[in-house]
């Protein structure tokens, strides 16, 4: 079994958020459409090669020395974070809908190119804990993608919408229930 846990949120510089990374660590990066620009997920390189091993049937014993992706787990990677970028997906359904297409995937933060140096980045970061295992995945969104829907992702936004939602629900009939007019 695994524990994904929110770990934080946090905004940083571009610059600051990509130097975080070593090589290699693995980086998909994918676009929000209709949100303008690039976004990233960066998978940390202990955990890449623990849930490979977990994909393959082992317990997700770490490695004890970091090396580059093979070919095939190249593939692995691809496949996990498509299915990481589908939940992604469905869980904006809520704030905007969007449709996330990968555009690309790295392993050196050298190539990694997304916005300005000085850009502005939110980070959220996830903890994956396995019984052997642990590592973070990375969500960088630059600031500049996110600005024009900002207000939907306020709390306000949010408790507004429920509340929207709540009163639609309260008009509709309950299936079986009659009226006294019936």
């Known amino acids: 079994s695994i524990e994904v846990e929110f770990v934080s949120t946090e905004m940083v510089k571009y610059q600051e958020c990509i130097s975080a990374f070593s090589s290699p660590?693995?980086?998909?990066?994918?676009?929000?459409?209709p949100l303008i620009g690039s976004a990233l997920l960066a998978i940390e390189p202990g955990l890449v090669f623990s849930l490979i091993d977990c994909m393959f049937g082992g317990k997700g014993?770490?490695?004890s020395r970091v090396r580059d992706f093979t070919r095939l787990e190249q593939r692995m990677i691809g496949k996990l974070a498509g299915e990481v970028l589908g939940q992604l997906q469905k869980a904006w359904q809520i704030v905007q809908p969007v449709g996330i297409s990968v555009r690309k995937t790295?392993?050196?933060?050298?190539?990694v190119?997304?916005?300005?140096?000085?850009?502005?980045?939110?980070?959220i970061v996830f903890s994956v804990k396995g019984k052997e295992f642990?590592?973070?995945?990375?969500?960088c969104l630059s600031y500049l993608m996110l600005e024009p829907i900002k207000?939907?992702?306020?709390?306000?936004?949010?408790?507004?919408?429920?509340?929207?939602?709540?009163?639609k629900?309260?008009?509709l009939p309950l299936?079986?229930?009659?009226?006294?007019?019936d």
């Open 25 to 33: 660590t693995s980086f998909i990066i994918f676009t929000m459409e």
């Open 61 to 63: 014993k770490p490695l």
């Open 106 to 111: 790295e392993s050196k933060p050298e190539y």
């Open 113 to 123: 190119h997304l916005v300005s140096p000085h850009d502005m980045m939110v980070v």
């Open 134 to 139: 642990s590592g973070n995945l990375h969500f």
């Open 151 to 167: 207000e939907k992702l306020s709390s306000k936004y949010q408790r507004e919408k429920d509340i929207e939602n709540m009163l």
């Open 169 to 171: 629900l309260a008009d």
């Open 175 to 181: 299936r079986g229930q009659t009226t006294l007019y």
